[in-house]
């Protein structure tokens, strides 16, 4: 097999945008050299012409393509730290509103959204909250709305979810049947699924709280930066705003936009702006 | 031989201890930036990186995603992220499926490394109780890098160093102070 060069790669994503949208030119090309590779031989390709010419001519085979440049790697209750963080930092801020809304961008098949869920349903704020799950990979959207993961997983969230300070159970949030864990439909109600594209789309709604954890980690600085631009006009005064563990404002032209509230846990609130108008 | 630009490392079981050995010897005026990938537990914290930081003349950190590769320093994968090096000579951090059962992987950062560094690359597998490691020094070597193994007679544990040595052919098979004096030799060339 051929390996990819830059190049190649530069045209590869180009061929994906200019006959489909889906933009991946301003990811990170060592992350997205991964995955191409490892598409080139699950698909036996050996040259990247042949595989340039599969994603032009065959939509089918772009899309999954697609799927494997989107997939996001999401479990329960990943880094208990943080969830600790959100349970006692987070919450007493978001408990003086009457009514919130929250923004999970980047959501993929959804476990994280569930975390934060839960959270909220302990801590007797849910019903008072909107959650917006997005991301552009549909096929993850869909398995986050439905809700039902497998089992394999189980013993480390429960063991994660203990150890970011839960009191009661997980258990007593999901069924279980079939090796399937089906989460709750009072954990489900509030929640909107929705296809947003980051790359592509503009802002998509006022929000309290906006949490994007290891999404933009891929992006590039420009790229970044447009995303916090984002973030910064979706925020409310006063807003939060919940990056991944690695993810350093310090390197964003947003950083002198937020206060930090947590440094290691990378959780910012949007300082107070003050209209000319 | 050309000069070295970056020098990548991976060490699993007995890899702290080996890491130590090295980093410690480097001289003050080293200036190769080393990347390192040691196998460890997802939740598991950095002060082993602050202690060996403290008895080292170079700079040993936890890599930050975006970070310039800079002279002097020497960067450890976070646990729990992959570590790979950007075409722009950034460091690139990534949650992706583990490789080869890790996160961080050995396999990772020696192949973006290689696609980056290419002839300019030296690869050191260190001890360790898997195979993670072997596909990436392959890599290098293929892309006409350095390839070294700790001699799996002195480490710890020498399945990691074997695997290595059986995966393709290795041009150096030594003892960790044969690697700090490879290290050093390099680092004369270029000054």
Known sequence: ?277 | MDNIKAVVIGSSSGGINALSFILERLPADFKIPVLVVQHLHAESEGYWIDLINKKSNVIVKEADNKENIQEGHVYIAPPDYHLLVDYDDTIALSKDEKVNFSRPSVDVLFESASDVYGTRLAGIVLTGANDDGAQGLKRIKEKGGITIVQDPAEAAYKEMPEAAIRKSKTDFILSLHGIVEFLKKSNIKIR
């Open chain 1, 1 to 277: 097999m051929e390996d990819l060069t830059r190049n190649q790669i530069k045209e590869l994503l180009e061929s994906l945008y200019d006959r489909y949208g889906y933009d991946f030119r301003d990811y990170n090309t060592a992350h997205i050299k991964r995955r191409l590779t490892n598409r080139m031989t699950l698909s036996q390709l050996s040259s990247s012409e042949e595989f340039r010419n599969k994603v032009l001519e065959e939509p089918s085979f772009a899309s999954l393509l697609l799927k494997d440049l989107s997939i996001q790697v999401t479990e329960m209750f990943r880094d208990p730290s943080f969830y600790q963080a959100l349970r006692n930092t987070v919450i007493p801020l978001l408990k003086t509103y009457s009514f919130l809304k929250i923004w999970h961008a980047g959501t993929a098949s959804g476990e994280e959204v569930y975390s934060i869920a839960i959270i909220l349903k302990e801590e007797n704020l849910y019903d008072r909250c909107l959650i917006y799950a997005t991301d552009f990979n549909q096929q993850a959207l869909d398995k986050g709305r439905e809700g039902i993961y497998s089992d394999e997983k189980i013993q480390e969230n429960i063991k994660n979810y203990r150890l970011s300070g839960g009191e009661g159970s997980l258990s007593d949030h999901f069924v279980y049947k079939y090796n399937k864990i089906i989460m709750n439909a009072s954990l489900r109600k509030n929640i909107v699924w929705a296809n947003h594209n980051l790359v592509t789309d503009s802002v998509f709604a006022e929000a309290n709280l906006i949490l994007c954890r290891n999404v933009m980690i891929y992006f590039n600085k420009d790229l970044q930066n447009k995303v916090h631009n984002l973030f910064l006009q979706s925020l409310s005064n006063g807003g939060i705003l919940c990056l991944g563990m690695k993810e350093n404002m310090e390197f964003t032209e947003a950083k002198d936009k937020y206060m930090i509230l947590d440094k290691k846990n990378k959780i910012y609130k949007k300082k107070y702006q003050f209209s000319n108008h």
